[in-house]
């Protein structure tokens, strides 16, 4: 069975960081393009950075650009957003997906990952005083 499972989430401090991990369990990460969705009580699921089959292929939604960095372990088969100064606005549930690529120089396309994607079951980002 083919599973993302998420990691890395928690509560903190404005201008603190965390670093997400996304696993893939049952399959290879290696040709699937990687997102990050985050959902806030009350909006609708925003898509907030992605990564295609190399980390020179990435996108970033412009609120958490120089701030986030997406980038992939492929030999422990994990995606990272690593997120740093991070605000209140920040705070939501963060999912990650992923879609298989049909080519590795296909750069990753966030709709792609609503319309075929595989999901985690998200995990807790709080920034807080």
């Known amino acids: 069975q083919l599973q993302l499972v998420e990691s890395g989430g928690g509560l903190v401090q404005p201008g603190g960081s965390l670093r997400l991990s996304c696993a893939g369990s049952?399959?290879?990460?290696?040709?699937?393009?990687i997102g990050w969705f985050r959902q806030a009580p009350g909006k609708e699921r925003e898509g907030v950075s992605c990564?295609?089959?190399?980390?020179?292929?990435?996108y970033y939604v412009d609120s958490v650009k120089d701030r986030f960095t997406i980038s992939r372990d492929n030999a422990k088969n994990t995606v990272y957003l690593q997120m740093n100064s991070l605000k209140p606005a920040d705070t939501a549930v963060y999912y990650c997906?992923?879609?298989?690529?049909?080519?590795?120089?296909?750069?990753?396309?966030?709709?792609?990952?609503?319309?075929?994607?595989?999901w985690g079951q998200g995990t807790q980002v709080t920034v807080s005083s």
């Open positions: 997906a992923g879609y298989r690529l049909t080519t590795v120089r296909d750069p990753c396309n966030m709709q792609r990952f609503r319309a075929q994607g595989y």
């Open positions: 049952g399959f290879t990460l290696d040709y699937y393009a």
């Open positions: 990564i295609s089959y190399s980390d020179s292929s990435t």
